[in-house]
């Protein structure tokens, strides 16, 4: 037989409180999200004693307020009760749910029924760190020519209730020993995030993280005995899921540091060296403007990254001590959960801790391009002062000459003026040469081409350089 007595299911869920520089709104907000998963006839009482700044582990319902819940629906009777904790910047909550029945076992199908109650008194809702299940319960006493399955078997039935689509040979992680229950850890972990997400909206969107645990203890006695682990386990949980909330939200944000590197890639190429042209001038101003702003969105990503190493770091070593606690506490050997800290370890501590090296490379790089971006705008900008000031020189000069030809109007007082000769005897020059009608056409003519010749004397003296 599988059976087995006051199968019990916790969830144990694990929700965002504050994040650096979030605002009190942003908390609010968070706060709204979090008190869904609960009754509104607690909603009054939820907040009360969250008002510090820090607070490592506040239960935020006190005894009077708790809420608990029995019905007795068919064929299986349920009891339970809500549980809400802060821990630190995390909300978390435990929802029990077990079948009212602590004689007569119970098929591991039932864990299906248990599963859908707490379900349903989640309003679907969903925590946007992480969660956890616990599957619990006590063998029944073998009896004298009575077949009794294994812990193994009767966790692997209440494993494929809980989880229909799931493959015990795939997810189990391992197995030991905790106050001489046998105790199973499952899980599977995986990336979903698609190569162009932009901004995902809750973790199920960048990563897929199912957890489940297994105990079944020997008798009653030892069921109750473990009662006094439930804080322990909730804070071990909730280390495990910011861990790999830090790691998910790590590979976004690498995501979107590589888009900005490509971006700015495209723009530095886009600039060929021959159209460093003043008349580029506009346009190489709009890319740098654009380039900087995409650097200066690099590098607060960049600082993200940072953040979140240090975040999955602090909770690795807190999941360690904590487990360390455990073992201690109840005299167990527990090893099998010393894998996950092994696969922080050498993997995602380890990429993490890689990526942010590769990516400060990659900014380095970056800012050498604003700089040749920022070059060639100098450049532009120098020719274009240059053109400027050859075209007012040549201006100049015409202007200077045609106000000469201007004044020559006063040479006709004096007969014997040596330019005055020379004008009266040239055969292009119209006798009387200088009239009241032409005077203004003759100062632009010669002032255009006084202003032509200087133009070709510069640019012939420049090719000769």
Request: with cysteine; aromatic share 12%; hydrophobic share 35%.
């Amino acid at each position: 037989m599988n059976g087995i007595i006051f199968p019990t299911l916790d969830l144990f869920l694990y929700d965002l409180r504050n994040g650096l520089g979030d605002s009190q709104e942003e908390i609010d907000r968070n706060r709204a999200y979090f008190q869904k998963k609960l009754p509104e006839t607690v909603h009054p009482f939820l907040f009360q004693s969250d008002t510090h700044f820090e607070d490592e582990y506040v239960e935020l319902l006190a005894k009077p307020n708790i809420k608990g819940f029995e019905t007795k629906s068919e064929p299986y009777p349920f009891q339970g009760y809500y549980y809400p904790v802060r821990l630190s910047d995390v909300y978390s909550l435990v929802l029990d749910c077990s079948v009212n029945n602590q004689i007569e076992p119970q098929p591991a199908q039932c864990f299906q029924e248990l599963k859908a109650e707490i379900e349903r008194r989640l309003n679907g809702q969903t925590a946007n760190i992480g969660q956890t299940w616990m599957v619990s319960g006590w063998l029944p006493q073998k009896e004298v020519n009575t077949e009794v399955n294994s812990p193994e078997d009767i966790a692997k039935a209440c494993y494929k209730a809980l989880m229909p689509d799931s493959n015990w040979e795939q997810d189990i992680e391992g197995q030991g020993k905790f106050l001489g229950a046998t105790i199973f850890e499952l899980s599977r972990y995986r990336l979903v995030m698609h190569e162009q997400t932009l901004s995902p909206e809750t973790i199920e969107k960048i990563q897929e993280n199912q957890h489940v645990i297994i105990i079944l203890y020997p008798n009653k006695a030892t069921a109750e005995k473990s009662a006094r682990f439930y804080s322990d386990w909730l804070r071990l949980f909730c280390y495990r899921h910011k861990i790999l909330w830090a790691y998910g939200q790590s590979r976004f944000l690498k995501q979107t540091i590589k888009n900005y590197f490509t971006a700015i890639e495209e723009d530095r190429q886009s600039i060929h060296p021959n159209q460093s042209k003043y008349r580029e001038l506009e346009r190489f101003s709009k890319i740098l403007i654009r380039v900087q702003d995409t650097l200066n969105n690099y590098t607060i990503d960049l600082n993200k990254l940072s953040f979140q190493s240090s975040t999955l770091d602090i909770n690795l070593s807190n999941y360690k001590k904590r487990l360390e606690r455990i073992e201690k506490k109840s005299e167990s050997e527990l090893k099998f959960l010393e894998e996950f800290a092994k696969l922080v370890e050498e993997k995602y501590q380890h990429q993490m801790t890689k990526d942010s090296e590769n990516l400060e490379r990659g900014l380095k790089l970056l800012e050498n391009t604003t700089n040749a971006v920022r070059s060639r705008i100098e450049v532009a900008k120098a020719e274009r002062d240059r053109n400027f000031q050859d075209t007012f020189a040549v201006i100049a000069v015409g202007w200077s000459v045609g106000s000469f030809v201007k004044s020559l109007n006063k040479l006709g007082e004096d007969k014997k003026d040596p330019l005055r000769v020379i004008l009266d005897k040239s055969p292009l020059i119209p006798d009387p040469w200088i009239q009241p009608g032409t005077q203004l056409t003759y100062t632009l003519i010669v002032a255009i081409a006084a202003a032509a010749l200087t133009w070709l004397v510069r640019w012939l003296w420049r090719r000769s350089r």
